[in-house]
């Protein structure tokens, strides 16, 4: 029985290794993007590289936060990227509750075709869509922006909100509908409050893909609407990278990812439990 015990104890123990070398593998970059951040500009320039800083700085970040236009590019990233969560998830959650409640030939056609566009480079539309931007005056504003980047998001919302619908009992939707209400009722009373996980998981991908979007970016905007990934492009000059405060503001612009994933964090591990209702 010890010996089984011990075994056991070795096996949890390389699992747990294994485990914390994967997230130290996935961690270091940002670390070391963070630690970057608080150096002196010698330095960040030092050959060869030191993870940690000989002299702890915030010099980086006052030169970040005294660029023009910091406060109008986050204020810029943050509104688009809500637009974008919010199109892709009124768009998204009842497209994928007809697939995955009708489950006609049709709807699963869409939802391929929804891969497949999903697949397509963004480069490749990004062309067309400036020219349908100046056609409708939206260019360089956060609206224009917000609906290029739902084109990235759009397509695996639905396939998201297809598998969270799919685990929902169906039961759960006839016994709404005994109690009088319709299948549009059923959907806002009961089913979205049980996929409630599910939504704050597709709102989080959907934020990131609008968060950390640069193409339709640089395409779509000039000044009023310029997001934080192209005024943190802008820190590449003649005389070369500034990697210093390039790093401070890659450090501010992921704090607020960071917080909406631990206010959301409760759903998405309630996310976790959507094929746990019995009958």
């Given at each position: ?244 405060p390039m790093t401070a503001m890659a450090t501010l612009y992921s704090i607020p990812v960071i917080l909406l994933t631990l206010v959301l964090q409760r759903r998405i ?11």
């Open positions: 029985m010890t010996a089984v015990l011990d075994r056991l104890a070795t096996k949890r123990a390389l699992l747990w290794a294994l485990l914390l070398g994967v997230v130290a593998a996935y961690a270091f970059p940002f670390l070391y993007l963070m630690l970057t951040s608080f150096k002196t500009p010698s330095d960040a320039l030092a050959v060869p590289p030191t993870i940690l800083p000989k002299v702890w700085s915030l010099e980086n970040f006052a030169k970040a936060l005294d660029t023009p236009g910091v406060t109008a590019a986050f204020i810029n990233s943050i509104t688009t990227a809500v637009l974008s969560t919010v199109i892709s998830l009124v768009l998204a959650v009842p497209a994928a509750y007809a697939v995955s409640r009708f489950g006609t030939v049709s709807g699963r056609v869409f939802i391929v075709v929804a891969l497949v566009t999903r697949m397509v480079p963004p480069v490749a539309i990004g062309v067309p869509l400036i020219g349908m931007m100046k056609t409708l005056g939206l260019t360089d504003t956060p609206v224009g922006t917000a609906i290029a980047h739902t084109t990235i998001s759009l397509p695996l919302s639905i396939w998201l909100m297809v598998s969270f619908f799919e685990a929902v009992p169906a039961e759960l939707e006839d016994a709404a509908k005994v109690d009088g209400c319709s299948r549009m009722g059923a959907l806002i009373r009961v089913v979205l409050p049980v996929v409630s996980g599910g939504v704050a998981v597709t709102a989080i991908f959907a934020f990131l893909a609008s968060w950390n979007e640069f193409l339709f970016a640089l395409l779509l905007t000039a000044v009023k609407a310029q997001t934080v990934p192209i005024l943190i492009a802008n820190f590449q000059t003649q005389y070369g990278l500034q990697w210093g591990v309630a996310g976790l439990t959507l094929g746990a209702v019995k009958g």
